[in-house]
């Protein structure tokens, strides 16, 4: 994505947990999720999208979120 569209951006994060069953079957459970960029999911986290927007230089800009539930 061009550092021009980023206004028009929506990242979709979503953290699972990968398990076995009693059967020995695979699955895999949402433990939750968090939206960065024009939908974000809260005022924290678009703050930190536009805070990554306006770093002209290569920096990193780190923040902690909590999850929403699925």
């Known amino acids: 994505v061009a550092l021009f569209q980023l206004?028009?951006?929506?990242?979709?994060?979503?953290?699972?947990?990968?398990r076995r069953s009693a059967m020995g079957k695979k699955g895999r459970e949402m433990?939750?999720?968090?939206?960065?960029?024009?939908n974000s999911s809260g005022p924290e986290e678009l703050?930190?999208?536009?805070?990554?927007?306006?770093?002209?230089?290569?920096?990193?800009?780190?923040r902690w979120?909590?999850?929403l539930r699925p």
Not at 7 to 18: E, Q
């Open 31 to 38: 433990i939750g999720w968090l939206c960065l960029g024009l």
């Open 7 to 18: 206004g028009d951006v929506t990242l979709f994060i979503s953290v699972y947990n990968r």
């Open 47 to 62: 703050q930190h999208w536009n805070d990554m927007r306006a770093t002209h230089v290569p920096t990193q800009v780190q």
């Open 65 to 67: 979120h909590s999850l």
